[in-house]
């Protein structure tokens, strides 16, 4: 199984201080050194983020700290460093792996999510976006002044890809209508990269790369809803779509194209005879957390249908298999109802009966599926 980090963004999850059972950050009787601790946040929805404080339970985020000269605080103990979300009764707290103990002289903090056990500092962290791990690269700092008194940190997470969000539908092309394969990339984009989360930006870029989110869908009046995290060139550039449907190769490029980071273009579709038409492309922020449709193995996708109302969802993808967790917020003893699916595959769910929290896991998938909430329920 590949993976970027070590348990998941999929991830760890920081709870904020007044939420999590840690020492008072301000306290520190000793007066020589105290332990460093985190919370995290973000301004803006995030795919991988399940509310504006949490990340799935068991996610990693990498640190990195410095001194006020740049150099490694206190030796190359500190370079490379991570921290896991543990759910508890009282929140979800960050657990970091190397305990930092920072002293009177002052530290700066970085961090990324998730983490990357192939990095080796946050000064040159591998990014990739590609098929199977469609994961929200974010990053937060820095963080200077930190001290022995001043030892807690609230990480504020920033985006780093774009989405692209192809919508199909059949225009006057009457053919069966099997799409076999669907590409989303170009100059535009990229796939892989390296990025300095001290400098807030990719130190180099891998040029092309392609994203198949899917095998095979039917083309039907109804949209079908692909979604794919890219990198941005940070300039505009060509995005190319190609689509293979029945026997025909089809393709077409939009040109000066920009795609931002936290923001998801929408590209509207329709599939005519010999070629693809673009109806229309719009550019907004992620309007929510990681619900409605989720990005399933390259060979299916997973679909999320029904009443979802007051509920923060979560997914991880390992190895062909789907974790969903659930997360009621409409009251504190609200707990997430029993939820239904369709679709050939091994289902189970499990609900934690303290926190409402239900945790769906799908695996050996041979078909699309649906998943079918069915609400709250105080």
Not at 211 to 239: M, R
Not at 312 to 341: R, W
């Amino acid at each position: 199984m590949k993976r970027h980090f070590k348990p998941m963004l999929a991830a760890a999850i920081l709870s904020a201080a007044a939420c999590s059972p840690i020492d008072d950050p301000t306290k520190n009787p000793a007066g020589k050194e105290g332990k460093l601790t985190i919370s995290v946040s973000t301004e803006e929805p995030s795919r991988g983020m399940i509310t504006e404080r949490m990340l799935p339970d068991g996610s990693e985020m990498g640190l990195g700290l410095f001194d006020n000269d740049g150099n490694v605080y206190l030796g190359k103990r500190y370079e490379h460093i991570y921290a896991v979300a543990e759910n508890t009764e009282d929140g979800q707290i960050w657990k970091i792996n190397n305990t930092v103990f920072l002293k009177e002289k002052e530290a700066t903090l970085y961090a990324y999510y998730p983490y990357s056990s192939y990095s080796y500092n946050v000064k040159d962290v591998m990014v990739e976006a590609n098929n199977y791990e469609q994961y929200d690269f974010m990053y937060g700092g820095p963080y200077t002044g930190l001290t022995a008194d001043n030892r807690h940190v609230n990480i504020h997470l920033k985006h780093v890809l774009g989405a692209v969000r192809v919508c199909t539908r059949r225009g006057t092309y009457d053919g069966p209508g099997a799409i076999r394969s669907l590409g989303v990339g170009g100059a535009a984009t990229r796939t892989r990269g390296q990025f300095d989360v001290t400098q807030g930006k990719f130190t180099s870029l891998v040029a092309g790369g392609t994203i198949y989110p899917t095998t095979t869908f039917q083309l039907s009046d109804e949209p079908n809803v692909q979604d794919v995290l890219l990198i941005p060139t940070g300039e505009p550039g060509a995005l190319r779509i190609t689509m293979t449907v029945d026997d025909y190769i089809l393709e077409t490029t939009i040109p000066n194209f920009l795609l931002e980071p936290g923001k998801i273009s929408q590209i509207d579709i329709s599939v005519d005879w010999g070629k693809l038409t673009v109806t229309d492309v719009t550019v907004q922020q992620w309007y929510n957390y990681d619900r409605g449709t989720a990005i399933a193995p390259a060979d299916y996708r997973v679909s999320l249908e029904g009443d979802q109302e007051g509920i923060s969802i979560g997914t991880v993808i390992d190895n062909g298999n789907v974790t969903i967790t659930a997360v009621p917020y409409i009251s504190k003893d609200a707990k997430v109802n029993p939820v239904t699916f369709d679709g050939d595959a091994t289902f189970s769910q499990q609900m934690n009966e303290d926190t409402g929290v239900r945790t769906i896991n799908i695996q050996d998938l041979e078909s699309g599926v649906t998943v079918i909430f069915n609400g709250c329920s105080l």
